[in-house]
């Protein structure tokens, strides 16, 4: 009798988590959409498509967007950085051809080294669709000045899901 009563009252405290964490998310998403000055986004990720926030935000800063075909044209001519912004042991891992490392999470420290000129062309990617460092990478380069910026969307996981080569 004591079980059944116990797993009742976890079963109560459960339900009741779900609907504070429920209610406490529709509340961030009104306060959101009233307080567009923030540069979060205005909804919580589970509500939005994580690959239209990375593309809306990118058009807001700019950011020209390529696909997978373009980003091969980029490597073959070689008009273009090719920047990861993936952390270095992702890098290190595999990379798309001629693709140079810039962790956003290390960019304090390795923006030092970074070679591109502020007018020259600049293609970030990161894992793929549902990561947002390329995003945040851009943010921050464009921030130093560059203004020439392209983010692959697609990133890593579209580009040897195409079977193209990595290094």
């Not at 589970?46 to 807001?60: D, F, G, I, M, P």
Request: aromatic share 8%; charged share 20%.
């Amino acid at each position: 009798m004591r079980a059944l009563e116990s797993s009742i009252k976890n079963v109560a405290w459960l339900i009741g988590l779900i609907l504070l964490g429920s209610g406490s998310g529709l509340i961030a998403n009104k306060l959101g959409e009233r307080n567009s000055r923030y540069p979060f986004p205005a909804h919580i990720p589970w509500q939005q498509k994580w690959t239209n926030r990375v593309l809306e935000e990118a058009q807001k800063m700019g950011v020209s967007i390529f696909d997978t075909e373009q980003t091969a044209q980029a490597i073959e001519t070689g008009e273009m950085w090719i920047v990861d912004g993936r952390k270095l042991a992702k890098y290190d891992s595999g990379h798309i051809p001629t693709a140079i490392p810039l962790p956003v999470s290390q960019f304090e420290t390795e923006f030092v080294n970074f070679p591109a000129l502020p007018d020259e062309p600049v293609l970030i990617y990161c894992s793929g669709a549902n990561c947002d460092e390329s995003l945040l990478l851009a943010r921050k380069l464009h921030e130093q000045g560059h203004t020439n910026l392209t983010i692959y969307v697609g990133g890593f996981d579209e580009w040897t899901k195409a079977q193209q080569p990595i290094e």
